[in-house]
Each structure stands twice: as structure tokens, then as C-alpha cells.
């Protein structure tokens, strides 16, 4: 069978009969930041996979903020259709850009009927101040005053209905002000890394986001 380019196959594992826990984990999906890859993500990939997670990730196209961030959600929607039962629920995570990336996918493309743990790592929400650096399509809809922006959180609150967790540091120069990261709903953890890039590898955050994961679902309203 031929392999989607984008797709990175997880490593085989086992899962111990007596090991309930593991059995109900979902397949969780990493989504990259603007001029990143999926090799960004590796150490996460790496850390969860050890741990007996099944680990997909994607590779955006383009991923210097040439393409609108709509359209790399359509991306996300794509594989995720293309490789996953339409039944199977499934987790997905977004550092820096991907953040939004996932939301939008969440909110506006039908993953909020599917996704049942989501977990940001300093991403965007309010928009950045940085992105005014930039004249390219994706950079500017991560302006704080984007439509983009804006749109996305007039219904933030559709977020509560699954296991959402922000992780930020105080100390981001990338998303200006770093409080941008906080949405005021689900789980906010504030972990000092010192700077934006360091947030896949630093251990603590893997930590977060290992226990994020292992969070029980939330019931059905």
C-alpha cells in the first residue's frame, strides 16, 4: 500500500490486555508551526510514542505563511479522512501557527465532532503583534486584529464541550504579548521555558502534554 507523502507512520507498540488505561487512548495528530516541519515535532512524537501513544503528523504546504491558514486546515480535515475510520475519535495538538491551524479545523470543518482532547502550545489565539512583520497571507491573518482572529473566537466556547489545554511560556518573543496563548477556558498552564522554539523540547512541556492526554473525555451533554 502507498504511503501519503505528508503521513509519518507511527512505530508498532503493543498495548497489555490489563492495561485499560492505554486501550482507550485516542491516535493524536501533531500539527507544526509557520517554517517548521513535521521533524519540529519529533521530540513530542518521540516522548508519546514511548509512552504507548499512537502518533501521527502532517507536513503544511506551503509552511512560510504563503498559504492562507483556512486552507492548511483543509489539509489537516484531508488526512484526517484519508487515514482515520469515520467513527474514530482521535486527539490533535498545534504548536505556535498549527494552533490555529487545529482550532480552525475544530471550529469550522467538523473536527469538533470527532476531536476529544486538544492541547495548544504557545499558540496565537489572540493573535500576535509579530505577525505585523510579515505582509504574507497566513502571517497576516495571525494579526490580533484579523478577521481570521476574531471570527475564531466569537465562539471560543464550542471548545468546552472537549479536554482542552493551553501551554504557554511568559518569556515568548514569537507570540507578542504571550498571554495571546490564554483563551480563559479549559486548562491553562504557564511553563517558563525561555524561548518559543524550546517549548517542543523542553521536558516539562512534554509532561503537560503526556498528562493532558491522559485526561478522561468528557461525557456527552
Known amino acids: 500500500m502507498q504511503v501519503p507523502s505528508q503521513l509519518t507512520l507511527p512505530k508498532s507498540f503493543g498495548v497489555a490486555a490489563q492495561d485499560?488505561?492505554?486501550s482507550n487512548r485516542n491516535p493524536?495528530?501533531?500539527?507544526?508551526?509557520?517554517?517548521?516541519?513535521?521533524h519540529k515535532m519529533r521530540?513530542?512524537?518521540?516522548?508519546?510514542?514511548?509512552?504507548g501513544w499512537q502518533v501521527f503528523d502532517i507536513n503544511l504546504t506551503a509552511n512560510n505563511g504563503d498559504t492562507r491558514l483556512e486552507v492548511l486546515a483543509q489539509q489537516v480535515a484531508d488526512l484526517i479522512e484519508r487515514?482515520?475510520?469515520?467513527?474514530?475519535s482521535?486527539?490533535?495538538?498545534?504548536?505556535?501557527?498549527?494552533g490555529l491551524v487545529t482550532r480552525y479545523y475544530i471550529q469550522r470543518l467538523g473536527g469538533i465532532d470527532r476531536v476529544q482532547r486538544f492541547v495548544s502550545i504557545s499558540a496565537p489565539h489572540h493573535g500576535t503583534i509579530a505577525a505585523h512583520f510579515s505582509m504574507r497571507p497566513g502571517c497576516i491573518q495571525m494579526r490580533p486584529d484579523h478577521q481570521f482572529i476574531t471570527d475564531l473566537n466569537s465562539d471560543v466556547?464550542?471548545?468546552?464541550?472537549?479536554?482542552?489545554?493551553?501551554?504557554?511560556?511568559?518569556?515568548?518573543l514569537i507570540i507578542l504579548p504571550p498571554s495571546s496563548s490564554q483563551l480563559g477556558i479549559g486548562t491553562e498552564i504557564s511553563i517558563p521555558v525561555v524561548a518559543h522554539p524550546l517549548m517542543v523540547f523542553d521536558r516539562r512541556v512534554l509532561t503537560a502534554i503526556s498528562d493532558a492526554l491522559s485526561q478522561p473525555v468528557k461525557s456527552p451533554i
Request: glycine residues 8%; hydrophobic residues 45%; contains cysteine.
Open 20 to 22: 485499560e488505561h492505554r
Open 157 to 172: 466556547n464550542r471548545l468546552n464541550c472537549l479536554n482542552f489545554t493551553s501551554l504557554w511560556t511568559p518569556f515568548d
Open 90 to 98: 482521535i486527539d490533535l495538538l498545534g504548536f505556535s501557527m498549527g
Open 83 to 88: 487515514i482515520f475510520e469515520p467513527h474514530q
Open 43 to 51: 521530540k513530542i512524537a518521540n516522548h508519546l510514542r514511548g509512552m
Open 28 to 38: 493524536i495528530l501533531l500539527v507544526h508551526g509557520l517554517m517548521d516541519t513535521s
